[in-house]
Each structure stands twice: as structure tokens, then as C-alpha cells.
């Protein structure tokens, strides 16, 4: 694998190591211990985690700086997706103010996906029997914007960057970063270890991660990253700020009948299949060659644990509108993923000792317009060119034919943070700052509606007060007993479908017999009473308490709370509560962190599985 990897960057490795590869020489009766593996180390400048458009966005302003200046820089990009874009998923519609101030001539360059130009939009209140026309706020205007696929997008967005001499390494996820010896500052990233087992135990395939040790570290993770978490937790960036909140998409591509099909149109809907207690809302968007994109994005600070996104989905495509829209149809993408909808009262402090914080991971999304491409594609951008800036202000080393690992003082990254509040994304944020958190204020759902609509078309956030967000998405849970479950209808396929069937669309995959990458406390059995423990608190008060809330809340089916029948007593997989125990379905995954974000017992930790596992989104 090493020697592949040098031949793929096209140069030979810095700083080679022996890395001892054969878990005969560890004690297999012991669990793998990271620490203890030798690991190839490569020095670079930039090191990015995550090809989405923030990451890239990010790599191609660093190459562009290279190109104005003549000084060299070496970027390095790394994407957990087997290919760039196989994990991208949005609705979307893209405002291209940032791509043109990135790519001023990118209509001009082959293979671009913006295509289909929004034609018209409007809103639309549902009720259980009909659509009613809704007022349309200006900041959801599309006028100029464009329909497309975000993983087609990113995918182009990549091509872009290698062409600008970027080195991207799909099937490479960070797993951990690399701090100076005195823990104060980031010096880089390891990526994940292939070959460890559900035991924590190496198996014969296993190979080390490799250590990317850089100047800067751009966390370009999406929302809800296992790198910013650790980031943010480390350097205290949440210090003084509100929670993020964040809401789950889940949507499908379908080929609609071409009498049904209107190119261009845009259509974002309310009320129906929520309740009025329930925060989010739907969309239709009628992309290029009679593909329409269709979902619901529901707030993650909903109350009622019986609560499933995806049967909420499959609701709303029983409404009279959906039913002539898909009539003589085809279904033929699925998928889901969180998003953030803290906006600006959340987002953290954006830099750190090493490094910074760029799109998703910190939390641009514009939650009125329903749109954060451009805001994430002009964070990666303000990054780039300060992190060029200082890594350029560095003092010159001695010119050697081997890359050396830099010990210099942490670059400092606030500057870019300054940057972000003098630019138009902080002003767009700035004046919708009070929309999306009015709905958790004694205004209620109603309330907010009314104060979005005042906020949005009159006061555009020019008042002197800030609604904030006060307690995490799941401390919005409330107990099973203070809740009814909702009404779902029966499936009517091919309309609606149960949800394994859909899973088969997102063709996601992960290696057989890999450590389970969603993680309870001491699940790497550092201590084996503690993680039985662990597993016994976890489903006493999730299957007691809430009802088993992510058996429902997850989109993929990842997560069953089941009879502990025929339960093996040394297996602590098998250890429950009052005969039921969890079991985690993990191949299942589809990396859209619901599940660290609201279990109510905020107990189980999202880690990046091994490398190239996951969804293959491609037209998503």
C-alpha cells in the first residue's frame, strides 16, 4: 500500500519509516493500540480534510495564489468517498457568487454540471388534501441560480483542482490530528488504520495510517466532522457561543413522466406530513433530462422520539401533488444527510493553533435561502489566501532535495476568521441571524412563521436583539410517554417503499469484519466491564425512555433495538436490558451523523470507517 501510495503522488515519500505491518508481532489477545504502530509520514503545506466543495474550493485558491506568486506550495487534499463526490449530498440549488469570484470563466470549461438555470420558484403550504400558494420570501429568490447534482458538481470541482496541480486521495479518511509536542497546535492528520476487526484486533490485511504532517490544516469536513469535533473540543472553540442545531435531509432523484416535467422549476413547500410542532419542509426541484429531486429537511430539535425522517418522506409522496408529479415514474437515487441550521450565533471560533475551521464544519449554511454552497465555496477561499499568506511570511529553510517536517511556531489562522466577518457571507448571515431560532422561542412554530415572514421581507435583521439557541438538538427530545406516534400510511410501491429498498439505491458499502466505526463508550474494549456497562445504560434508557428513538430517526436503518434472545453472555454485543439489546447495522451507514447528533443519551461518537466505505452518490 505505502509503496502504491508514493507511486500515486508521483514522488517518493518524505521521511520514510519502518511501519511493522503484521499483527503477529502485537499480542492478538490484547486490543490494537494506535500508539504502538510506526507510521509513514509525508510533509506538505496544506493539508485538507474533505473534497467537498469547501475543501476544493479552498486547494484550487492555494494553486491560483502558487501560480500569481511563483511560490510553490504543496496542497493535499483528503477525501473519505471512494471517488470525489461519492459522498455529497444536497438538494441543491447553487448561487454561483462565489464560484464566479473562484472560476470566473467556468462556463467556459468543459464538463461543468450548472446546466439547468432556475426558471421560476415559488412556495406552497400542504395541507392533507391540497397545495396552497404561499407568499415568497426575496432571500429565496433563484433568480440566476443554478439545479444540479452537488456530488456532480464536486466531482467537476475536483477534476478543476487536479488540473490546478492539487493532489487529491479519495479513500483516504483523516481519523486523527496530529499535534506539537507540547499539545498546543495542529501539525497535520493521520488517516484512518485499514485491517482492524470488530474485536479492536488487527487482522493479517491490516496496513498503518499514514501521517500528512503540515504547516496548515483546513478542516473541510461537511457538517458535524469527527476531526472538528475533536478541534473544537481541544482548542475550545464553542466557548462562548450558542449549540449548533442542525436538520436532516433525506431526499430521492426520480425520472418523471415528461408531461409531469418542468425544467428549471423551483417549488420548497410547508405544513404537510409535519405536524405544527415540527420544524422543516419539503422540496422540488426539476433538474436536467427529466430528473426531478425531491425531499424533506426536518429539524433535528423535534420533540416526538417516534419520529422517522424517512417515513415522513414516503408520506409526503402520498400528497395528491407528489402523486401526479411521480405518477408513471422511476425512483432512482436516495439518500440523507444533517445539515447545519445554527447560522451565525453558532458558529464556533473559526481558527485554531495550525489551522481552521471551512464550510460544513463550521456551520455557513444561509437557513432562510436554504442554500450554503456558496457561503462554504467563500470560506475555503478567504482560507486559502490566508493561509498562503502566512505560510509565505515563514522563514525560508534550507533548500534540501527531501521535504523536512516543519517545528516552527503555529501559524496563525485568525486572520482568516476576520476575514469571514468582513465578507459578504457574514453580512448575509448577519441578516437572517433571528429566522430559524425564532422557532424555538415562546413564539412557537406559528409565532416563527409570522416573525420569519416580518424578519425576512422588512426588517432583514436590522434589529438590536439576537435570538439564540439555547440547549443541543437533543435535549429537544422529549420522554416516549409525553408523545403519540404519528400516522404513517402503508408503502405503495413503487411510490413509496419501505426503506432497505430505498438503502439499495445509495449502493453503499463497507468491508466485512471492520471495527464498527459508530462507537459507544469504551467500544475499543480498553475496558470490557465499562463497555458492557456502557451498553446495558445506552438501551435501558433509549428503548425505557425514548422508545428506541434511532430504530426510527435514522435513515439508513443502521440502528434496531431487538430481543436478546439466544444472547451469547461473553459477547459485549449482546449485552442489554430487560431483553432487549442494540444491534448496530454498520454496513448500513451512510455517514449522515444523525445519530451522534441526537440520541438523547449523546453516547454514541460517528468515526470514519475504513477508507473508500459508504454511499456512491452520483447524481444526488
Same mark, same amino acid.
Given at each position: ?377 467563500? !470560506?475555503?477561499?478567504?482560507?486559502? &489566501?490566508? +493561509?498562503? @499568506? #502566512? ?5 525560508? %529553510?534550507?533548500?534540501? *532535495? ?120 469504551? !467500544?475499543?474494549?480498553?475496558?470490557? &466491564?465499562? +463497555?458492557? @456497562? #456502557? ?5 435501558? %434508557?433509549?428503548?425505557? *425512555? ?75
Amino acid at each position: 500500500m505505502l509503496v502504491a501510495f508514493s507511486k500515486a503522488i508521483g514522488k517518493p515519500c518524505r521521511q520514510r519509516r519502518l511501519i511493522h505491518c503484521s499483527s503477529l508481532l502485537f499480542n492478538s489477545s490484547q486490543p490494537f493500540n494506535p500508539k504502538e504502530v510506526e507510521r509513514e509520514a509525508d510533509d506538505v503545506d496544506v493539508c485538507i480534510v474533505g473534497a467537498g466543495p469547501a475543501g476544493l474550493s479552498a486547494a484550487i485558491r492555494l494553486k491560483q495564489l502558487e501560480k500569481e506568486t511563483g511560490k510553490e506550495i504543496r496542497v493535499v487534499v483528503l477525501e473519505k468517498g471512494g471517488e470525489v463526490g461519492s459522498h455529497t449530498l444536497s438538494g441543491a440549488v447553487i448561487e454561483p457568487r462565489a464560484l464566479n469570484e473562484l472560476l470566473p470563466d467556468w462556463s467556459n470549461l468543459p464538463g461543468h454540471p450548472l446546466t439547468r438555470p432556475a426558471t421560476n420558484s415559488s412556495m406552497r403550504f400542504l395541507t392533507p388534501k391540497y397545495s396552497i400558494p404561499m407568499p415568497h420570501p426575496p432571500q429565496m429568490s433563484n433568480k440566476g441560480n443554478y439545479i444540479v447534482s452537488l456530488s456532480q458538481f464536486t466531482s467537476w470541482l475536483g477534476t478543476i483542482a487536479e488540473e490546478h496541480g492539487v493532489e487529491i486521495y479519495p479513500g483516504f479518511a483523516g481519523s486523527s490530528l496530529i499535534y506539537s509536542e507540547d499539545g498546543k497546535s495542529v501539525r497535520g492528520v493521520v488517516t484512518n488504520d485499514v485491517g482492524i476487526d470488530k474485536q479492536y484486533q488487527m487482522k493479517d490485511s491490516f496496513e498503518p495510517g499514514m501521517m500528512f504532517r503540515a504547516k496548515v490544516t483546513l478542516l473541510a469536513e461537511g457538517a458535524h466532522g469527527s476531526l472538528t469535533k475533536e478541534a473544537v473540543k481541544k482548542f475550545n472553540l464553542r466557548e462562548g457561543k450558542d449549540p449548533q442545531t442542525y436538520g436532516i435531509g433525506v431526499k430521492e432523484v426520480w425520472r418523471v413522466d415528461e408531461k409531469q416535467y418542468r425544467p428549471g422549476e423551483v417549488i420548497h413547500t410547508m405544513g404537510y406530513p409535519l405536524d405544527y410542532r415540527t420544524y422543516g419542509g419539503g422540496w422540488v426541484y426539476h433538474m436536467d433530462d427529466g430528473l426531478v429531486s425531491l425531499g424533506i429537511v426536518i429539524g433535528l430539535d423535534y420533540a416526538n422520539p417516534y419520529l422517522s425522517p424517512y417515513r415522513e418522506l414516503q408520506k409526503m409522496k402520498h400528497h395528491p401533488y407528489f402523486r401526479q408529479l411521480l405518477a408513471g415514474g422511476e425512483r432512482i437515487a436516495y439518500g440523507g444527510r444533517t445539515i447545519n441550521e445554527g447560522g451565525l450565533q453558532s458558529l464556533p471560533k473559526l481558527h485554531f493553533p495550525g489551522g481552521a475551521l471551512i464550510g460544513c464544519s463550521a456551520g455557513f449554511v444561509n437557513v432562510p435561502k436554504i442554500k450554503g454552497t456558496h457561503n462554504a465555496m467563500k !470560506s475555503g477561499m478567504l482560507a486559502a &489566501e490566508n +493561509a498562503f @499568506k #502566512a505560510i509565505e511570511s515563514l522563514p525560508e %529553510t534550507e533548500s534540501s *532535495e527531501e521535504e523536512t517536517e516543519y517545528t516552527g511556531p503555529p501559524v496563525d489562522m485568525s486572520p482568516y476568521e476576520s476575514a469571514v466577518k468582513d465578507s459578504w457571507v457574514w453580512k448575509e448571515l448577519n441578516e437572517i441571524r433571528n429566522v430559524r431560532p425564532s422557532f424555538n422561542t415562546s413564539l412557537g412554530i406559528w409565532g416563527g412563521m409570522a416573525w420569519s415572514g416580518l424578519d425576512t421581507l422588512i426588517l432583514r435583521g436590522k434589529v438590536p436583539w439576537t435570538f439564540h439557541n439555547r440547549i443541543s438538538d437533543a435535549a429537544h427530545t422529549k420522554k416516549a410517554s409525553e408523545c403519540k406516534p404519528p400516522e404513517y400510511p402503508p408503502f405503495e410501491p413503487p411510490l413509496s417503499t419501505d426503506l432497505l429498498t430505498a438503502l439499495a439505491l445509495t449502493s453503499t458499502n463497507h468491508a466485512e469484519n471492520q471495527f464498527v466505526h459508530l462507537r459507544l463508550p469504551h !467500544s475499543t474494549l480498553d475496558n470490557v &466491564e465499562e +463497555a458492557r @456497562k #456502557a451498553r446495558k445504560d445506552h438501551v435501558k %434508557t433509549n428503548v425505557q *425512555e425514548y422508545a428506541g428513538l434511532l430504530g426510527r430517526a435514522c435513515p439508513a436503518g443502521v440502528y434496531e433495538y431487538v430481543d436478546q434472545a439466544e444472547a451469547n453472555p461473553e459477547r459485549v454485543e449482546d449485552e442489554g436490558w430487560d431483553g432487549k439489546k442494540l444491534v448496530i447495522n454498520s454496513q448500513n451507514c451512510i455517514h449522515c451523523k444523525l445519530c451522534d447528533i441526537k440520541v438523547p443519551t449523546q453516547d454514541i461518537t460517528w468515526t470514519v470507517p475504513e477508507g473508500g466505505g459508504g454511499p456512491k452518490y452520483s447524481i444526488t
